[in-house]
């Protein structure tokens, strides 16, 4: 795929509720694009009103699975990570705690998938709260499941929630000289996260997921990450968030098919935009302690 050596380090197989991807197909393909290593993170996401059970991981196979996995496949040149993405929830805190303690994870990922009960995945999200409000609701919720449960290694996916407005409003386009929108309206929030993170040592992630959805930028959107930058911030980790094998390492460093033809002047393939941002490197983490990989 690239001379870089690349890391996926975000996600799912067959054992979350939202993929039917067979892992070893998911460590095959990984193989075949010329990955150094992947780490696995499937859902884990209590207390999932809107379909309950449906991230409820079984935590004792897909162990199992992942352990078969690093014994089949583990070499000098290619590594599997064991990995979880926990969804967020300030009165999840103890629980996951008790979690963490209890399994020896490689990553963790602290994602907010849920707010005051609803996941932006779904249209009654908006319905319910509109845009602004929703939007707000989202950063403040994410700020709030940080300092309730500050035990992850990396942020997942900030601005997830931008990935599902659809159609998508005119002001979260770009505008005509190049610059996004998206998050103008919320940088105090935004930048109230960012320095959270900054300040408990935890990363952000660079999620290319939203590249699935037809985005123009990645998660969170390129103004959000230089101003991470900006801030002082320097722990990035990577990851496509692919559901499928064709997903694995979505944008890292080519343009993804399905990109909006008329913006394709616009994008910067991940790794680019970490180095045109000032990152000289990226982290994976291996029994729950960080290194970093040069770009």
Not at 116 to 124: A, E, I, S, T, V
Request: charged fraction near 25%; charge should be negative; hydrophobic fraction near 35%.
């Amino acid at each position: 795929m690239n001379a870089e050596i690349l890391y996926d380090c975000h996600m799912h197989t067959s054992f979350s509720g939202d993929s039917e991807a067979p892992m070893e197909e998911m460590v095959r393909t990984a193989r075949k694009k010329g990955l150094a290593g992947i780490t696995f993170t499937d859902h884990l996401d209590w207390d999932y009103h809107e379909k309950p059970g449906l991230f409820d991981l079984d935590l004792k196979s897909y162990t199992e699975s992942v352990r078969a996995m690093q014994a089949k496949y583990n070499d000098d040149g290619f590594h599997i990570y064991y990995g979880i993405e926990l969804g967020l929830q300030p009165h999840l805190a103890e629980r996951h705690a008790r979690l963490l303690a209890r399994y020896p994870f490689d990553y963790v990922i602290g994602s907010t998938h849920v707010v005051d009960g609803y996941d932006p995945y779904y249209p009654l999200y908006f319905e319910k709260f509109g845009v602004q409000e929703g939007l707000r609701r989202y950063y403040r919720m994410i700020l709030e499941n940080i300092r309730a449960f500050p035990l992850f290694d990396s942020l997942g996916h900030l601005d997830y929630i931008l990935r599902y407005l659809s159609p998508l409003p005119e002001e979260l386009t770009y505008k005509p000289d190049g610059s996004p929108y998206g998050n103008a309206d919320f940088m105090a929030e935004i930048d109230a996260i960012l320095l959270e993170l900054i300040s408990r040592g935890i990363a952000l992630e660079l999620n290319t997921g939203s590249y699935r959805k037809g985005r123009l930028d990645p998660n969170p959107e390129r103004m959000v990450l230089k101003r991470y930058y900006e801030l002082g911030g320097r722990k990035i980790t990577l990851g496509a968030d692919a559901h499928t094998p064709e997903h694995i390492a979505l944008g890292f460093t080519e343009i993804p098919a399905g990109y909006p033809l008329n913006q394709k002047e616009h994008f910067s393939s991940a790794l680019s935009l970490l180095k045109e941002t000032g990152f000289d490197s990226y982290l994976i983490f291996d029994g729950r302690k960080p290194r970093k990989i040069h770009l």
